[in-house]
């Protein structure tokens, strides 16, 4: 009677494991536990402003450039509005989730300002990005390394992209308006 047993709990820790959501064991040894977003593109409506964040694949080959971009489009009533920004507008920063990495977006913060046509959206292409301390996981230091030589290391990408400007209001006394648009997009890149 201890062997059907035994032998049921086995093909039932199986069946459990198998059906579970994507499960891999990190290079930095964590259990890691997501569900894919499968989204290619996002498209947020804020205001007078639609933010867009597109990969143009939902899966690249190592080595393979990345395309990833993000937009901006004012569609509201006046012919064209400025918008101030840091050096850009937009933010492109993700994690790679089969690691439990975060690969930050910095930038220098100037005061720009960009001027926005009615229905003619601006674009800006994700360039490398990412850093690390003397202090950071060994491991973590070469995978951005590798991120800046050779592109994206394999793995699965979730872009939290933003963004984020202000414009002046028409009304003496009002205050600027802020704006801090986010969207998600994710990828993968495999061997």
Not at 96 to 120: C, D, V
Not at 164 to 189: C, P, S, T
């Amino acid at each position: 009677m201890g062997k059907p047993f035994l032998l049921q709990f086995i093909i039932i820790m199986f069946v459990l494991t198998s059906c579970a959501s994507s499960t891999l064991d990190g290079e930095n040894g964590a259990d890691l536990t997501y569900e894919p977003l499968n989204r290619q593109r996002a498209e947020v409506t804020e205001g007078d402003f639609v933010y867009r964040l597109v990969t143009e694949k939902p899966e690249y080959r190592e080595g393979e450039p990345v395309i990833l971009y993000a937009e901006l489009e004012y569609v509201g009533d006046k012919e064209e509005v400025t918008i101030y920004h840091a050096a850009s507008p937009f933010y492109f920063p993700m994690t790679e989730k089969t690691r439990g990495y975060s690969i930050e977006y910095n930038m220098p913060q100037p005061l720009i300002s960009t001027t926005l046509k009615r229905g003619e959206p601006i674009r800006e292409d994700y360039s490398k990005s990412g850093g690390y301390s003397q202090e950071d996981d060994p491991q973590y230091i070469a995978f951005i390394k590798k991120l800046w030589d050779s592109g994206f290391p394999a793995g699965y990408y979730v872009v939290g992209g933003v963004a984020e400007f202000w414009i002046e209001l028409d009304k003496v006394g009002q205050e600027n308006e802020e704006y801090r648009i986010k969207a998600e997009i994710d990828f993968r890149v495999v061997e």
